[in-house]
């Protein structure tokens, strides 16, 4: 796992979907602009979630990975 700032974190591990997905919008909607948020997650399904999210309400997903243990990492830049 790369080391990367980050302004907020959501920790989803153990939650299906849709609950990382909703968490992380909830944070965001407390972010400034350009502030970054870190999700951790384990549901598959939040790697389609997250980068379909990301595409359609304008934020930047900066960095996606899946580490060794099966925790995805999502680092978006809110809009």
């Known amino acids: 796992m790369i080391a990367m700032q ?3 974190r959501v920790d ?3 939650l299906l979907c849709p609950m990382p997905l909703l968490k992380a919008k909830l944070a965001l909607n407390g972010m400034q602009a350009e502030q970054v ?3 951790l997650a ?3 399904g ?3 979630d997250i980068a379909s999210f990301c595409q359609l ?3 930047c997903l900066l960095h996606q990975e899946q580490t ?3 925790v995805f990492v999502y ?3 809110k809009s």
């Open 6 to 8: 980050y302004d907020e």
């Open 12 to 14: 989803a591990r153990g």
């Open 75 to 77: 680092l978006i830049r």
């Open 46 to 48: 939040s790697q389609r």
């Open 68 to 70: 060794a243990e099966g």
């Open 42 to 44: 384990t549901d598959a």
């Open 37 to 39: 948020l870190q999700v």
């Open 57 to 59: 309400a304008g934020h």
